[in-house]
């Protein structure tokens, strides 16, 4: 998993219009050449926006962008039209063109009554928008042509930050209709008063250079954000709040009557904001809600940190709790990780609570409708689009996140992604201190197969007496015994006990744990190749040379146990086989070639038909992946361990001179893949 590139990249597929109107109607979709306009070939519309959905049932990506709601909305399209996005898709504007992006932490702006300062919130926009507009002459480009775009358009990025916070601290539940007119009412101050401050630089120094070629564009895109202006719920927004909002846009048609110049191309959009969101102390980013009141993240030296909710006692008081309730709540989620079934909270209030991802030992979370529905409240007041994750439980289907992308056209969005929890081995923020881990998915991917599939699912406990193996390693200068017990009549192992010499009781609890964990999923019948294929190569420390000839170094204890067990033990046809030992000459009467997986033929394999995406069809579940990120299922036989532990079906691989780890061809010489040398190769 770890040497699969950009997995912290932002992959995002662009659909017209008309290729979602093809998804409704069941009909093909052509696909062109960039360089010839030819017509590639043809697929079912529905199949296509199914292997997109499949792909981000897997890794969280990719997103969607709608290409036709996004130039709707584009004030310069006589310059071009918008063809990309930034990686966050919430910059979207001309080839070769760059924003500055600023975001304001919406709770700074509540006042001790928990009232919101609009009028302080209209001069922070204003001075913000007068900054970065300066920021465009005094800064520095990568290349000439963004330079040139840069001053030609002048486009700016205003957000905010800490919007599901604010909400919570008001005793607003993220996905309710209060919730979205107060969101839908801040945002539309935000960009009108931006739209102003922008009118009154245009004003005193001209407005950009792009603005005459623009001018109708500029003029219609400002009438489409004055018309959801006027459809915002006054009845849903606090009174103070909506006459700032009506004096900002009321002010803005009185300023721009006799001369409707803007200075910037773009002013507002909303940034994910993870950085300075930490830097500003937000509980929330950008327009996301609470992912969870009780959350860990993994710090990458290793550990979790124990984030909790810091505006759960405001948001009680604003329900009208007293201070002997406010303790008794937090210390029911201090216990539980969550709300939920504290007898001091009345039950009409759980929503407020309601966050991202259902809680370890809760059941409520945000669906992902309520997402989609805030994307969409706030949506017509940005010039750009919004950077936001529409987060969906473990157990959700490729169908259902089809549906997701469908409904965020269907009400106007210019871009969604959506992440499963989980998808990812790695994950920086958890509702649990213990995540779900490669033990765990190993159980869920390999224990649970039906009796049809040929592999009991029924459990064979080891006999009173069996054989057993006793290895006594060493990895980086830790030591420790591995004893691995076998079935009399197999051979096959059934059990391991890991013993490590001087590591105090936690190190110790943790493999001994482990090791029970290995033991149950051997005696249900876990193929050895398959826990083989998992653990091989696992990173962590201690880490290091090992003094075994046959495993110079290993990358962690558990990688060192495995790749042992992998020389140990070879399994074939679920008997042991010494001469199918992967990384090992063959023994007398064995053959290599029993090694070698079969060729790659290029073969196109046949397509899956597309199924219902709300529509009429089947759902099904993919089928679990081998882990390695190649769309390939879960099997057996000896070359899957031999690709998990590096070889990739080359015997003739010379281990590492520097580090010990296996190497692979790489053109006509071989290359190390832990620490990178090359063993000839420039």
């Not at 719920?233 to 110049?261: I, Y």
């Not at 029911?332 to 009345?346: A, D, I, N, S, Y």
């Not at 063959?586 to 995406?613: F, I, K, M, N």
């Not at 190649?630 to 080359?650: D, E, F, Y």
Request: charged share 20%; hydrophobic share 40%; net charge negative.
């Amino acid at each position: 998993y770890e040497t699969i590139a950009y997995q912290n990249a932002n992959h995002s597929v662009r659909v017209t219009d008309e290729f979602m109107r093809a998804v409704l109607d069941d009909r093909e979709w052509e696909t062109v050449a960039r360089t010839s306009g030819e017509v590639v070939t043809r697929v079912p519309a529905r199949e296509l926006l199914r292997e997109i959905a499949e792909a981000a049932w897997v890794c969280g990506d990719p997103g969607l962008q709608y290409d036709s709601t996004i130039n709707r909305w584009h004030t310069c399209p006589q310059s071009g039209p918008i063809r990309a996005s930034n990686p966050c898709s919430e910059y979207m504007f001309l080839d070769n063109s760059a924003c500055n992006l600023a975001s304001l932490n919406l709770l700074a702006f509540t006042r001790p009554d928990g009232s919101f300062d609009a009028a302080g919130f209209r001069h922070a926009v204003r001075l913000l928008i007068v900054a970065q507009d300066v920021l465009v002459d005094r800064a520095s480009y990568p290349t000439s042509q963004i330079a040139d775009n840069s001053h030609r358009f002048r486009p700016l990025g205003l957000g905010y930050a800490n919007l599901g916070a604010l909400l919570m601290s008001l005793g607003l539940p993220y996905d309710s209709d209060g919730g979205r007119a107060h969101a839908a009412a801040l945002t539309a101050l935000m960009h009108g008063e931006a739209l102003r401050a922008s009118a009154a630089l245009a004003a005193r120094l001209g407005p950009c250079a792009a603005y005459a070629d623009n001018r109708a564009d500029f003029a219609r895109v400002v009438r489409q954000h004055e018309e959801a202006v006027d459809a915002i719920d006054r009845q849903l927004v606090p009174p103070a709040l909506f006459a700032e909002l009506r004096s900002t846009w009321s002010g803005l048609a009185e300023e721009t009557k006799d001369r409707p110049e803007y200075r910037n191309a773009q002013v507002t959009l909303l940034a994910p904001t993870g950085t300075i969101g930490f830097m500003m102390d937000c509980d929330t980013t950008g327009i996301e809600p609470e992912l969870s009141l009780v959350r860990y993240k993994t710090l990458v030296g290793g550990g979790t940190l124990e984030l909790i909710n810091q505006v759960v006692p405001a948001a009680l008081t604003h329900l009208g709790y007293g201070i002997q309730s406010v303790q008794e709540v937090l210390a029911h989620l201090k216990r539980e990780g969550t709300v939920e079934g504290c007898p001091t909270l009345r039950a009409e209030h759980l929503p407020v609570f309601d966050c991202a991802l259902r809680p370890a030992h809760g059941s409520r979370s945000i669906l992902p409708e309520g997402h989609l529905r805030m994307m969409a409240a706030v949506q017509p007041f940005l010039s750009g689009a919004i950077s936001k994750t529409v987060n969906l439980p473990h157990e959700v289907t490729p169908e259902q996140i089809a549906a997701i992308f469908l409904e965020g056209w269907r009400l106007g969005l210019k871009a969604v992604a959506v992440y499963r929890d989980g998808c990812k081995r790695t994950q920086p923020l958890n509702t649990s201190a213990t995540p779900r881990s490669i033990v765990a998915e190993v159980v869920d991917e390999l224990v649970a197969v039906p009796e049809s599939a040929g592999r009991s699912t029924s459990r064979r406990p080891m006999p009173s007496e069996r054989p057993s193996i006793t290895h006594k390693f060493e990895v980086g200068g830790h030591s420790g015994y591995l004893t691995v017990g076998m079935y009399p009549d197999t051979g096959r192992p059934g059990e391991i006990f890991v013993v490590m010499a001087k590591q105090g009781s936690t190190i110790g609890g943790l493999m001994d744990a482990f090791a029970t964990a290995i033991s149950i999923a051997l005696q249900y019948g876990v193929p050895l190749e398959d826990l083989i294929e998992k653990f091989s190569h696992v990173r962590f420390e201690p880490s290091g040379f090992t003094g075994n000839p046959e495993i110079p170094f290993a990358k962690s204890i558990i990688d060192y146990l495995f790749r042992w067990m992998a020389f140990r033990f070879g399994i074939r046809d679920g008997e042991v086989a010494q001469t199918e030992l992967p990384l090992m000459p063959p023994a007398a009467g064995g053959s290599a070639e029993s090694l070698t997986p079969p060729p790659v033929t290029g073969e196109r394999q046949p397509r899956r038909r597309a199924s219902d995406l709300g529509l009429p069809g089947a759902a099904r579940t993919p089928t679990p992946g081998n882990g390695h990120g190649n769309g390939k299922a879960n099997g057996t036989g000896s070359p899957r361990v031999l690709a998990a532990l590096g070889a990739r079906a080359q015997d003739d691989a010379p281990p590492c001179p520097d580090c010990g780890s296996m190497t692979v061809r790489n053109g006509a010489c071989y290359k190390c893949l832990n620490c990178g040398t090359s063993l000839g190769c420039s």
